[in-house]
T-cell receptor, first 113, second 113 residues
Framework: LAKTTQPISMDSYEGQEVNITCSHNNIATNDYITWYQQFPSQGPRFIIQGYKTKVTNEVASLFIPADRKSSTLSLPRVSLSDTAVYYCLVVTGGTSGTYKYIFGTGTRLKVLA | AAGVIQSPRHLIKEKRETATLKCYPIPRHDTVYWYQQGPGQDPQFLISFYEKMQSDKGSIPDRFSAQQFSDYHSELNMSSLELGDSALYFC????????????FGSGTQLSVL
């Protein structure tokens, strides 16, 4: 399983763009990258996923360079409600054809007024 | 939209007692994952099931067992409870081969006294 490394914490101000970079040097060819957000005492919530290049949805963008050894989650114009823990996961095929979702140490983002 | 349902929401047990946590996945979802999250910790993968068969195993203690039933709901059985088992237990479901996003329930807060 590819190990992920993210910053432990980040602070930002409302209205700013936040970029959280995750390194995953041992990512395998068939693995893909996904990001989850978690608020205290709640289950993680899917944000975005991708395999390579750039993916954008209504809440975030995900940038993955050609070598796929890292990925960057970009949150445009954060608000106080974006204060949460953000997890980068490298999703790998498990046995029986399903996938393995292993959480590493997430990034605690604090958005300040 | 239907979400993942977990019950009970809170559970208080004494040491050495047993506990059963239940998870009802989103309709049509065929894969269930169990995670344990201690205070201030990141979610730890315990076990997963696909089409009622165990698909992957993580750091699940031998005192714990789980299964997925014919209606796809899953139960996590915990015996000989220890103080260290106090944690938030999350269940997540996905629709394998269709949409690999994990959808998490609100969790069961287990307190072992």
């Amino acid at each position: 399983l590819a190990k992920t490394t993210q910053p432990i914490s980040m602070d930002s101000y409302e209205g700013q763009e936040v970029n959280i970079t995750c390194s995953h040097n041992n990512i395998a060819t068939n693995d893909y990258i996904t990001w989850y957000q978690q608020f205290p005492s709640q289950g993680p919530r899917f944000i975005i996923q991708g395999y390579k290049t750039k993916v954008t949805n209504e809440v975030a963008s995900l940038f993955i360079p050609a070598d796929r050894k890292s990925s960057t989650l970009s949150l445009p114009r954060v608000s106080l409600s974006d204060t949460a823990v953000y997890y980068c996961l490298v999703v790998t095929g498990g046995t029986s054809g399903t996938y393995k979702y292993i959480f590493g140490t997430g990034t605690r983002l604090k958005v300040l007024a | 939209a239907a979400g993942v349902i977990q019950s009970p929401r809170h559970l208080i047990k004494e040491k050495r007692e047993t506990a059963t946590l239940k998870c009802y996945p989103i309709p049509r979802h065929d894969t269930v994952y169990w995670y344990q999250q201690g205070p201030g910790q990141d979610p730890q993968f315990l076990i997963s099931f696909y089409e009622k068969m165990q698909s992957d195993k993580g750091s699940i203690p031998d005192r714990f067992s789980a299964q997925q039933f014919s209606d796809y709901h899953s139960e996590l059985n915990m015996s000989s409870l220890e103080l260290g088992d106090s944690a938030l237990y999350f269940c997540a479901s996905s629709f394998t081969y269709r949409d690999e996003k994990l959808f998490f329930g609100s969790g069961t807060q287990l307190s072992v006294l």
